[in-house]
C-alpha cells in the first residue's frame, strides 16, 4: 500500500508538473521561432535577390561579349565635314538620336540572326519589320548555290528602291565581288551599293602621278611586245615636262577613241606626259603576263589616283578605264581590281551619258562578269548593247566596222554640232545621238548585240611614227588580228550582219575571205546573212592619186597604195569576194556618196565615188 500510495502521489506531481511546462513553453518559444522565422525569410530573400542582380549582370556582360563577338555586323558611316556634321546634329533632337540608335542596334541583331538561318526557313517567328527581313534575304540568296537564285536575287535587290541609305550603305559592306559586279551591270543600279574608292597612301615625298606612272614603266619587262610598243614606252620615259611644255602643234588623229585633241589634251604639259604613259600602259596591258606586274607595282592603285586627279579630261579617263578593261580579261587580278575600288568606278561611269565612257565602262564590267558573260572582249571591241544585264536572249549579232580617219564611236555619230547649235538645240538635246547605233538600233532591235570594232590604229595618236607602223597598218595584218579578237568575242556563233564604212568594207571582205581558209572560223563564213557597205572603194579612189603631199597628209602610205584606184591588190579582193558572196548567197547593200565632203577648209570632193562604191 505504501508503494502504491507513493507512486500515486509521484504520478500526480508529474502530471501537474508537465501541464505547467506546457502551459509556459507554449506563449514564449512562439515569440522566438517567429522571430528566428521572419529573419531567416527576410534574409533569404535580401541573398536572392542579391544573386539574381548579380547573376543578371555577369549574363548580360558574357551576351554583350558574345553578341560582339557573333555579330561583327555594323554600319557604314559616310565621312562628312565638319559643318555638315554641326549642322546634321544641330538638326536633330535628343530624342530622335536615341530612337535611331535603338533601331540601328535592333536591325543588326535581326540581320544577325536572319543570316544564320538556312533560305527555306520561315521567318514569320521573327519580331522584326518585314522591310528588314526583304533586304538580309535579298543578300542571303546572292550567295546562294544555286545560280538561278543568285541572279534572281540580285536583280530584286537592284530593282527596290525604297531602302534607307543605311541599309545600302550596310549591305555595301557585305556584298561579294560577284555581286559587287552583278549590281554594276544592273541598269540604272543605286550607286549607294558600292562603297567608295578606299583612302590611297600618300606618295613618296617629290613625286607626283606623272613620275608615278614613269616608274610603273620602267619597271615593266620590255619581253612580249612588239617594236612599236618598246618605241614609245621609251619615247614616253624619255620625255621631260619641260620639253614636252616647249614642243608646238597637236597630235595625229587616226582613229583612236575619236575624241579631237583639243577637248582630249589640254595645255598642261604633265597632263601630256600622264598621256603619253597612259597610252603606253594601254599596249603593256594588252600582255598578260605584263598585268600582273601592273598589279603588283600597284598600278590600280596609281591608276585610281590619276584618274581622280583628271576628272576633267575625258581623254585620260578614258584610257585609264581602257587599260583596267584589258587587266579584267586576267581572272586572276579581277579580286585586286575589286578590292581597289575599280567597282563603284566603273558603275558610276556606266551611267555616264557620254557613249564613249559608258561603253568602255560596260567593256571592262562584261569582262569582271564571269556569272553570265563567257566572252571576252579584248582591246577594240566594244558593246553598244546590251551593255547591261537582260532577261531578252540575244538572236544575232550586228558588227559595225569604222574606215580610214574613224573611229569605234565617232564614225557612228549622227552629226558634228558647233557650240551655238548645241545651245539653241538645249531643248532638243534628247534627240541628238553620239553614237546611232547604241541609240536607235538598240531601241528598235533590242534582241540584237551590237558591237563596235576598232582596229589598231591608235599609235597613229602620238606624234612620232613609229618604225614598225607600216606593218600593222595593212589589211592582211588587220585582218587576222581582228578575227582572233571577235573569235573571243563569240562571234559566229549566231547569225552575223556586217556594217562597214569606207575602209572598213575591205576589211570585211578581207576576213571573210580568210575565214573561209581557216577551219576555226567557218562558223563565223557559215553564219553571215547580210553585209552593208557604206561608200566603200571597191574599185579604190581616186584621192590617192593627189599630190604626194596631200596623199601623205590624208592617209599612212600603206593605205594610199593599198587604195589606189584599180589596183592589182583591190582588184582580187573584190573579185574573190564577190565569188564567194554568190556562192555562200550573202545578202548585200551598198550605199554611194552623193555629197562632196569638206577635206579642210577649202577642199570639197567625192571621197568615194559612186562607180567604185558600187
Given amino acids: ?44 530573400c535580401l541573398f536572392i535577390t542579391y544573386e539574381m542582380v548579380a547573376l543578371d549582370k555577369a549574363v548580360t556582360i558574357d551576351t554583350s561579349a558574345i553578341l560582339q563577338e557573333k555579330y561583327k555586323s555594323y554600319i557604314y558611316l559616310r565621312a562628312t565635314p565638319s559643318d555638315e556634321k554641326e549642322n546634321l546634329t544641330a538638326g536633330l533632337t535628343h530624342k530622335a538620336r536615341r530612337e535611331l540608335h535603338k533601331a540601328a542596334r535592333r536591325f543588326l541583331e535581326i540581320s544577325s540572326r536572319l543570316l544564320r538561318q538556312s533560305l527555306d526557313e520561315h521567318f514569320s517567328h521573327v519580331d522584326a519589320d518585314p522591310h528588314e527581313v526583304a533586304l538580309w534575304v535579298l543578300l542571303k540568296r546572292t550567295q546562294s548555290a544555286n545560280k538561278a537564285i543568285r541572279l534572281q536575287a540580285v536583280q530584286e535587290l537592284a530593282g527596290n528602291h525604297h531602302w534607307h541609305d543605311y541599309q545600302y550603305q550596310t549591305a555595301a559592306q557585305i556584298i561579294d565581288q560577284r555581286t559587287a559586279v552583278a549590281l554594276a551591270r544592273t541598269p540604272q543600279v543605286d550607286l549607294r551599293f558600292f562603297l567608295r574608292s578606299p583612302a590611297l597612301p600618300d606618295l613618296e615625298d617629290g613625286l607626283s602621278a606623272e613620275d608615278g606612272l614613269r616608274q610603273l614603266l620602267g619597271s615593266l619587262p620590255q619581253s612580249e611586245v612588239d617594236e612599236c610598243v618598246q618605241y614609245f ?35 598642261v604639259p604633265s597632263e601630256k606626259v600622264e598621256s603619253f604613259c597612259l597610252q603606253a600602259l594601254v599596249q603593256h596591258s594588252k600582255v598578260q603576263s605584263h598585268c600582273d606586274h601592273i598589279v603588283a607595282n600597284r598600278g590600280l592603285q596609281l591608276l585610281q589616283r590619276v584618274y581622280q586627279l583628271r576628272r576633267d579630261s575625258l581623254k585620260i579617263q578614258t584610257d585609264i578605264v581602257r587599260i583596267i578593261g584589258n587587266l579584267a580579261l586576267n581572272e586572276s587580278v579581277h579580286q585586286a581590281i575589286a578590292l581597289s575600288g575599280w567597282v563603284s568606278v566603273l558603275a558610276e561611269m556606266m551611267q555616264s551619258p557620254h557613249a564613249i565612257q559608258a561603253s568602255h565602262a560596260a567593256r571592262a564590267l562584261a569582262n569582271l562578269d564571269r556569272e553570265t558573260v563567257k566572252e571576252k572582249y579584248q582591246d577594240g571591241v566594244y558593246i553598244l548593247h546590251p551593255q547591261t544585264r537582260g532577261n531578252q536572249p540575244i538572236k544575232a549579232d550586228v558588227l559595225f566596222i569604222h574606215g580610214i580617219l574613224g573611229a569605234a564611236f565617232k564614225t557612228w555619230r549622227q552629226k558634228d554640232r558647233s557650240m551655238l547649235e548645241e545651245e539653241k538645240e538645249a531643248e532638243s538635246r534628247d534627240n541628238y545621238t553620239e553614237c546611232w547605233p547604241k541609240s536607235w538600233l538598240a531601241a528598235d532591235c533590242p534582241n540584237l548585240r551590237v558591237l563596235s570594232v576598232e582596229y589598231d590604229s591608235h599609235l597613229s595618236d602620238w606624234m612620232a611614227q613609229c618604225p614598225a607602223e607600216n606593218q600593222r597598218k595593212s589589211l592582211a595584218y588587220r585582218s587576222q588580228e581582228l578575227l582572233k579578237k571577235l573569235k573571243l568575242a563569240g562571234v559566229g556563233e549566231r547569225p552575223v550582219v556586217w556594217v562597214a564604212h569606207s575602209m572598213g568594207g575591205l576589211l570585211v571582205k ?81 550605199f554611194a556618196e552623193t555629197l562632196p565632203t569638206n577635206i579642210g577648209p577649202m577642199i570639197k570632193i567625192l571621197v568615194v565615188p559612186t562607180q567604185s562604191a558600187s
Wanted: proline content about 3%; glycine content about 8%.
Fill in 1 to 44: 500500500r505504501r508503494m502504491s500510495g507513493a507512486a500515486l502521489r509521484l504520478i500526480r506531481c508529474r502530471k501537474l508538473s508537465t501541464a505547467g511546462v506546457k502551459k509556459v513553453l507554449q506563449w514564449k518559444d512562439l515569440r522566438k521561432v517567429a522571430k528566428v522565422t521572419g529573419a531567416v525569410i527576410l534574409g533569404g
Fill in 233 to 267: 614606252t621609251s619615247l614616253a620615259l624619255r620625255e621631260s615636262t619641260q620639253s614636252l611644255a616647249t614642243q608646238r602643234g597637236g597630235l595625229w588623229c587616226f582613229g583612236g577613241n575619236g575624241l579631237p585633241y583639243a577637248q582630249s589634251l589640254t595645255s
Fill in 510 to 590: 578581207k576576213m571573210l575571205l580568210d575565214a573561209s581558209e581557216d577551219p576555226d572560223m567557218h562558223e563565223l563564213l557559215k553564219n553571215t546573212k547580210g553585209i552593208m557597205f557604206y561608200s566603200v572603194p571597191h574599185h579604190g579612189t581616186f584621192m590617192a592619186e593627189y599630190s604626194v603631199n596631200v596623199r601623205y597628209l590624208l592617209f599612212p602610205s600603206i593605205e594610199v597604195r593599198e587604195l589606189c584606184k584599180d589596183s592589182p591588190a583591190l582588184r582580187n579582193l573584190n573579185e574573190n569576194f564577190l565569188n564567194m558572196a554568190k556562192e555562200k548567197e550573202f545578202k548585200v547593200l551598198s
